[in-house]
């Protein structure tokens, strides 16, 4: 792709990354999509999107950025009282108790403490999708390890189980607490269960198309399918299809699954983020300073169990600045998404961050090319 793919605007001060972007665009493959958004103190400050078919309002899978949206309700449930972090999860959902999680605490589930990454059997693709379902299932599961004792990246599930708490404490879902409380007040393009009328504006998830050489190095490391990892992956079902295919499936898209189905655009991730945060349109941040603080304090930190190797969690969210950027502030909280994309926020600076790419990128997770536009919009920030 060239430079003159590169669509959109930056503010005075962030013209930084938009040369980072167009550099990085320019070494991708022909048929590249994605959008770069970040607001620096509640104002859109980068607003970047490349590839054929795209806009600024197209919508892609962001799987595991869903994670943020359903734990900024979670905080904001916390905040308000409704829910307290250190009650046993019981008090609100009593069926939980059996197979020895009767002791786990709510701040336990929520920081991927709990042990139930997923089930022995697995789940068919219709379960998947479906939160109700994944939470009575897993209520009768047997932790994979003792629950607060150590930690592993509950992939899929995550955002079920603490789903299925907040439901139980408020008689509604995450998906209609998110869409009342967060997106339909400030207009974001993140949605947990995207109306069948916005399907157009969905661009489907591309899988990866790893070269010779990352090809050889994906089959140097195969997991088995019996492993912590498969099963937080539901990679043991016959059948279960690609990780690439989940957010392609109408299904997921329209129930918005909390952990990975949910769908946005780049302004959507850094919109809900700023939101988070800062001042945007005259609104007050959603979230006071205290619970801010307390949802990028550092709760879960050292060797994931499924992701085998160092990974570090606040309430929900991946503690960004300990896993990814080192050089954004302390307190820094987000998610990224299989394909690539990445969300945060860092309360002080102010910055709020979105990405979002059409085809996953190697290796998985937040892809390489945010290692060169998250500094770029944080040194920018910092400058203006």
């Not at 504006?201 to 050489?213: D, G, K, L, Y």
Request: proline share 6%.
């Amino acid at each position: 792709m060239t430079t003159e793919e590169i669509h959109g605007t930056v503010a005075d001060g962030f013209e930084a990354v938009r040369e980072e972007f167009a550099a990085f665009v320019a070494t991708e493959r022909a048929d590249y999509e994605g959008q770069l958004c970040v607001y620096a103190h509640g104002r859109r400050v980068v607003d970047l999107w490349a590839g054929d078919g795209a806009d600024a309002t197209s919508l892609y899978g962001v799987y595991s950025c869903t994670k943020g949206a359903a734990h900024l309700v979670m905080a904001l449930l916390v905040q308000e009282g409704t829910l307290e972090l250190d009650r046993k999860v019981t008090y609100y959902w009593p069926e939980f108790s059996a197979e020895g999680k009767a002791a786990l605490t709510l701040r336990d589930l929520v920081t991927h403490r709990a042990g139930l990454i997923g089930l022995d059997a697995g789940f068919s693709p219709e379960e998947l999708a479906d939160d109700r379902v994944i939470a009575e299932r897993l209520a009768d599961q047997r932790p994979f390890w003792r629950p607060g004792t150590a930690f592993g990246y509950h992939a899929y599930v995550i955002g079920a189980l603490t789903g299925e708490v907040a439901r139980r404490a408020t008689g509604r879902t995450l998906q209609e607490l998110f869409e009342d409380r967060v997106r339909a007040p400030y207009g974001l393009d993140f949605h947990l269960g995207l109306p069948e009328a916005l399907e157009p504006r969905f661009r489907s998830v591309q899988p990866m198309a790893p070269t010779p050489e990352q090809q050889a190095e994906l089959d140097a490391n195969p997991t088995g399918p019996h492993t912590l990892a498969s099963i937080a992956f539901n990679a043991q079902v016959p059948g279960a299809g690609e990780l690439s295919d989940f957010a392609n499936s109408r299904t997921v898209r329209a129930k918005g699954q909390a952990s990975a189905g949910g769908v946005a655009s780049a302004r959507g991730l850094a919109g809900m983020y700023a939101a988070a945060i800062s001042e945007v349109d005259g609104r007050p941040p959603l979230l006071k300073p205290d619970t801010t603080a307390e949802v990028g304090q550092i709760h879960s930190t050292g060797y994931d169990l499924v992701a085998r190797e160092h990974r570090s969690y606040g309430l929900g969210f991946q503690a960004t600045a300990d896993v990814l950027y080192p050089f954004l502030g302390a307190g820094t909280f987000g998610h990224s998404g299989a394909p690539g994309s990445q969300a945060s926020a860092d309360p002080r600076s102010g910055l709020a961050y979105g990405y979002t790419r059409r085809r996953f990128a190697f290796p998985g997770g937040a892809a390489p090319e945010n290692e060169r536009f998250v500094p770029a919009a944080h040194k920018a920030a910092q400058a203006t």
